[in-house]
């Protein structure tokens, strides 16, 4: 009998450790297992013989890292290394043998042709798949045809055209922007089309194994999938496994009168024309935020009705900060406002909305709908093949991407699992890499959120109040911007950076950042949560002096010191 002990890296709960510990209890030669989370360690008694490279593939597996330690605590094999494994870890994995069905090659049929389609299909294809992709729309899904990326073209053309008037510096005449709609919007979408090519239509060109059916993919009553469609009749497709991938959409509110109006969502905001003199957004979502803010700089007056607080999901300090930002720019922001009925181009409004909320009756010339996004998954017959969801339609998934239904998969913003498009291609290869018989787990424990407002917001790991009430002892600093160099040299300092950190351990937990460009300080935090970095690992790390980031190192390091007294690089 040997006895192994392992290292592991990633764990952020008592439920990670339970969930390697069954993994690799379950592994043959494998007589017992126990894994601490507290101590971030697996001790592992075995038969003779089991490769402890095989152990740490199967820590791997779960999403975490691994190395095997001597009996002095000292690593003799790290996880990370070029041995075959198919994990989730991100170091390139060899091929797996193709699958093969008693047709041959296997056959993956995917339902989208978005971010976690694609990742899926070129994946499955590499290991030897034959794939069929099934859209009913337009190639490419969301991100690159009506979400990330126009929507972040615009908001960085709203964000030159609002430094023209209002950037910090003296010696720089300041000017009203002059806009030009219609050649922002080519622009905008000639780099969407060059997109969609590069990333989607050209990687149908050059895959022989990846075919596209057009129709809307549905289950029928004997669980065959089916494809209905152009011309209206259902066509039976074969597949061996089968991903879901169909998005979500614009959820609607039943507001009284609001669907018998002409209200815009995110996608016909983004393609308009012209500029509404006065948009009204309905929500204090992401995308309500995102787009108020660009069309507000690009000229629009706005105004922004939100049920509760901005951005409500997270810490309560990001919502006020950027209602602040928002309306120093001169938005107007109803927070804690029902929107009570909506009325568009009665006689006496001529061709407005008007938009009451029980105080107050609103008059625009647009009404931008931004009250999150639903699943897509009604009307497709998930019922006849027990794919179970949620009650708002989402697909329950499992951590491999696993539906409730044996060869079904899902992934993407049509799944329980945040709605962001990296998450979605993580989830496809990794579904992809399920289906061909590897061991993929997706590890959601550090996600890193960015909203692409100025300043933004970029958060990570666990608020306060979440870690609380996980049972969490914390302890939190906040850092306004005034204490960050490269703030003070931008001569801008709206925003702060607040960490949350497990007050025993001092391990990081989480972190919220108010902060222009914080999307780029977010991911340093985002490692730092999930390889179990602690505050002061944060604070003795070197920063480069004068970039945003360096507000992390100091934000560490006034859990023990007064920033004031901070030298200033702050070594
Ligand atoms: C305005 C906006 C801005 C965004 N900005 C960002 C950002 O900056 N960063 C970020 O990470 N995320 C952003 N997102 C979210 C991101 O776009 C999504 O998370 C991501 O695109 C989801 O990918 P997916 O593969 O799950 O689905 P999608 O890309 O939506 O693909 C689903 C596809 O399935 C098709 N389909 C649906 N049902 C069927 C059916 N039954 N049969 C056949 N085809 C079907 C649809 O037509 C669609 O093409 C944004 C979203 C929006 C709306």
Redesign the pocket.
């Known amino acids: 009998m040997n006895v192994q002990t392992l290292r592991i890296t990633g764990m952020t709960c008592d439920h990670c450790a339970k969930s390697i510990e069954e993994a690799l209890a379950g592994m043959a030669g494998v007589v017992e297992a126990q894994v601490s989370y507290d101590e971030g360690s697996a001790r592992i008694k075995t038969e003779a013989g089991v490769d402890s490279a095989k152990l740490i593939d199967t820590v791997q597996g779960k999403g975490f890292d691994a190395e095997v330690l001597d009996r002095k605590g000292s690593t003799v094999a790290k996880g990370v290394s070029d041995r075959p494994h198919i994990s989730v870890v991100d170091t390139p994995t060899p091929s797996l043998k193709p699958r093969r069905s008693s047709r041959g090659a296997l056959e993956v049929a995917i339902?989208?042709?978005?971010?976690?389609?694609?990742a899926c299909a070129i994946r499955a294809a590499e290991e030897g798949a034959k794939v069929t992709l099934?859209?009913?729309?337009?190639?490419?899904?969301?991100?690159v045809?009506?979400?990330?990326v126009?929507?972040?073209i615009m908001i960085r053309a709203a964000h030159l055209a609002h430094l023209q008037s209002a950037h910090p510096f003296d010696g720089i005449k300041k000017q009203a922007a002059v806009i030009d709609r219609s050649a922002l919007l080519r622009q905008q979408q000639g780099r969407v089309e060059e997109l969609r090519h590069a990333k989607y239509e050209s990687i149908l060109e050059s895959n022989p194994e990846i075919t596209l059916v057009r129709?809307?993919?549905?289950f029928g009553k004997a669980g065959d999938l089916m494809?209905k469609q152009p011309d209206g009749k259902d066509k039976r497709l074969h597949a061996d496994q089968v991903l879901i991938?169909?998005?979500?959409w614009?959820s609607i509110p039943k507001t009284p009168g609001l669907r018998d109006t002409p209200y815009w969502t995110?996608?016909k905001a983004?393609v308009a024309e012209q500029l509404p003199e006065h948009l009204i957004v309905y929500g204090g979502s992401?995308?309500a935020v995102?787009?108020g803010q660009a069309f507000l700089r690009l000229g629009s007056k706005v105004t922004l009705i939100a049920r509760s607080t901005l951005l409500s999901k997270t810490d309560p300090a990001i919502g006020e900060g950027l209602k602040a930002a928002l309306a120093a720019e001169g938005m107007r922001i109803l927070t804690h406002t029902a929107v009570k009925q909506v009325s568009f181009g009665r006689k006496w409004f001529r061709k407005r909305f008007r938009v009451d909320t029980g105080g107050e009756a609103l008059l625009g010339d647009r009404l931008l709908v931004a009250t999150g996004?639903i699943p897509?998954t009604p009307?497709?017959g998930l019922e006849w093949v027990g794919v179970r969801t949620d009650q708002r339609g989402a697909i329950v998934v499992d951590d491999h991407m696993r539906t409730s239904a044996e060869h079904i998969y899902a992934?993407?913003?049509?799944t329980t699992q945040p709605?962001?498009?990296?998450?979605?291609?993580a989830a496809?290869t990794r579904a992809a890499i399920n289906m061909m018989g590897g061991e993929a787990a997706l590890d959601l424990s550090a996600v890193p959120e960015?909203v692409?407002t100025d300043p933004q917001v970029a958060t990570v790991g666990l608020t306060v109040a979440q870690a609380n009430e996980l049972g969490f002892k914390v302890e939190s600093r906040t850092l306004s911007l005034d204490n960050v160099p490269r703030a003070l040299a931008n001569f801008d300092t709206r925003g702060f950076i607040k960490l949350v950190s497990e007050r025993e351990s001092g391990r990081l937990l989480g972190a919220q950042v108010l902060a222009g460009e914080g999307g780029e300080i977010i991911q340093t935090a985002a490692l730092a949560v999930r390889h179990r970095l602690t505050i002061k690992d944060l604070a003795d790390q070197l920063f480069p002096y004068l970039t945003m980031v360096e507000g992390l190192k100091l934000c560490a390091q006034t859990f023990t010191k007064d920033v004031k007294q901070l030298s200033c690089c702050a070594g």
């Open positions: 339902i989208g042709s978005g971010g976690a389609a694609f099934i859209e009913r729309g337009t190639l490419g899904g969301t991100c045809n009506v979400g990330c126009p929507s972040k129709g809307f993919a549905h494809v991938a169909t998005g979500a614009p995110s996608t983004l992401v995308v995102e787009l996004r897509i009307q497709m992934a993407g913003d049509c709605q962001f498009v990296y998450v979605a291609a496809g960015v692409f």
